[in-house]
């Protein structure tokens, strides 16, 4: 069993920044891949980013692509989503997600943490 709780969510003003965390416990974290994933009110959920075990490889949904960057503390067992130049479409609630290797297809995941809500005012 995999424990995720996330963190670091809130409120800010587009263009403002946001460091998501979420803390991992129940495995070798470094051996798995983590994604984030987010979910706005009557829209599907959709892929933010992943990143390998090793933090070797990242991948980005065009989105996000240049604005968001993903990292992992293997040591800490945290996988971090550094957000910057926020915009009102960011808004949702965040899921960080454990899987066998970095998809971007969220049933590749097999734990997920409760989320945590961002939201951007314009």
């Known amino acids: 069993q995999v424990q995720l709780v996330e963190s670091g969510g809130g409120l800010v003003q587009a263009g403002g920044s946001l460091r998501l965390s979420c803390a991992a416990s129940?495995?070798?974290?470094?051996?798995?891949?983590m994604g984030w994933f987010r979910q706005a009110p009557g829209k599907e959920r959709e892929f933010v980013a992943a990143i390998s075990g090793t933090g070797a490889r990242t991948r980005y949904a065009d989105s996000v692509k240049g604005r968001f960057t993903i990292s992992r503390d293997n040591a800490k067992n945290t996988v971090y989503l550094q957000m910057n130049t926020l915009k009102p479409e960011d808004t949702a609630v965040y899921y960080c997600?454990?899987?066998?290797?970095?998809?971007?297809?969220?049933?590749?995941?097999?734990?997920w943490g409760q989320g945590t809500q961002v939201t951007v005012s314009s």
């Open positions: 129940g495995r070798t974290f470094s051996t798995y891949a």
């Open positions: 997600a454990v899987g066998p290797y970095s998809s971007t297809n969220s049933q590749s995941y097999d734990y």
